[in-house]
């Protein structure tokens, strides 16, 4: 049996002894406990369960997870034991790809890669987005970031933090200050430490715009960070830091001439739009 046969029949079991007026049904917790997998484990499964439309999805915090048959019969119950619950119970599939012009048809391709860059488990897969300006790439970027929270891949209020490289492109210090953080010192004009995007956008996503501005120096900075996810902010010894970010970049310049080998032997999913 695999794994998420195996989530689906404890949900339909366990849903069956569910007291609506107590509990409104399973968290992704109780089942990796139970069946002893990692929570982003179950939770990805429960949400692949819930896109096939097999159970339910609450969306309150915590998210829950209910049996389809037993929600159908319980339905009444549900709404007399809370009003506005039902209008949180997600029935049906609501994929944020539909809303892009062209995801069944011109961009179906790329949607689907994109799709692959959020669901890859357990943490994602860095992505490439290459077009010419007005193609769409900021907000296919945000649809990424709005799939990966619909499929449960990452939490509803995971971060979603965006940084133009072409801001300070002229002034990699400034640029790596902005992106890793910095402690007091660091260079002049540092008067306190400070926390970089990194660490704003863990647990979610960092899109990191006109990647081919990025100097080699930053893209240099990044691979580590890629590779093993640590890093240290400017002028810090000592202790690395981890952050567990996922990546979306955006060029509209042809990568093998603007970004290093390293660099892009690194982003595994290259999509042009
Ligand atoms: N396929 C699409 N469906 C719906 N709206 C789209 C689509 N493509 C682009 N748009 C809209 O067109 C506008 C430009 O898109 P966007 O800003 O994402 O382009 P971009 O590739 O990031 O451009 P730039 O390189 O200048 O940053 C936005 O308002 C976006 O919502
Ligand atoms: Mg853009």
Same mark, same amino acid.
């Given at each position: 049996m695999t794994n998420k046969e195996r989530v689906f029949n404890l949900i339909k079991d366990?849903?069956? /002894?569910? &007291?609506?007026?107590? =509990?409104?049904? !399973? +968290? %992704?917790?109780?089942?990796?406990?139970?069946? &002893?997998?990692?929570?982003? @484990?179950? #939770?990805?499964?429960?949400? $692949?369960l819930y896109k096939e439309g097999k159970i339910i999805k609450i969306n309150t915090r915590p998210v829950y997870f209910l049996d389809k048959e037993v929600y159908e019969k319980k339905a009444k119950e549900f709404k007399e034991t809370a009003k506005t619950l039902d209008s949180t @119970?997600? @029935? #049906? &599939? /609501?994929?944020? *790809?539909?809303? !892009?012009?062209?995801y069944n048809g011109s961009l179906k391709t790329q949607v689907k890669l994109?799709?692959?860059a959020? #669901?890859?488990?357990? &943490?994602?897969?860095p992505i490439l987005l290459i077009g010419n300006t007005g193609v769409g790439k900021s907000y296919i970027a945000q649809l990424i970031y $709005?799939? %990966? =929270? #619909?499929?449960? %891949?990452? /939490? $509803?209020n995971a971060p979603y933090v965006i940084f133009n490289c072409a801001e300070y492109a002229n002034n990699p210090e400034l640029l790596s200050a902005n992106l890793f953080g910095y402690v007091k010192g660091a260079f002049t004009g540092a008067d306190k430490d400070k926390p970089g995007l990194l660490e704003e956008a863990d647990g979610g996503y960092l899109f990191l715009d006109e990647v081919h501005r990025l100097p080699p120096e930053g893209q240099e900075k990044l691979f580590l960070f890629l590779d093993k996810s640590i890093f240290r902010r400017l002028g810090e010894t000592g202790n690395w830091r981890t952050a567990k970010v996922r990546f979306i970049f955006a060029t509209t310049? /042809?990568? $093998?001439? +603007?970004? +290093?080998? +390293? *660099?892009l032997r690194r982003i595994p999913l290259v999509v042009n739009i």
């Open positions: 366990l849903s069956k /002894d569910i &007291n609506i007026k107590e =509990k409104k049904g !399973l +968290t %992704a917790q109780e089942i990796a406990k139970k069946l &002893n997998l990692r929570r982003n @484990v179950a #939770s990805h499964l429960l949400n $692949e @119970v997600k @029935v #049906s &599939n /609501d994929d944020p *790809f539909t809303k !892009l012009i062209g994109c799709k692959s959020a #669901s890859y488990p357990p &943490n994602g897969l $709005e799939y %990966a =929270k #619909s499929i449960g %891949a990452i /939490d $509803e310049e /042809d990568p $093998e001439q +603007t970004l +290093t080998k +390293t *660099f």
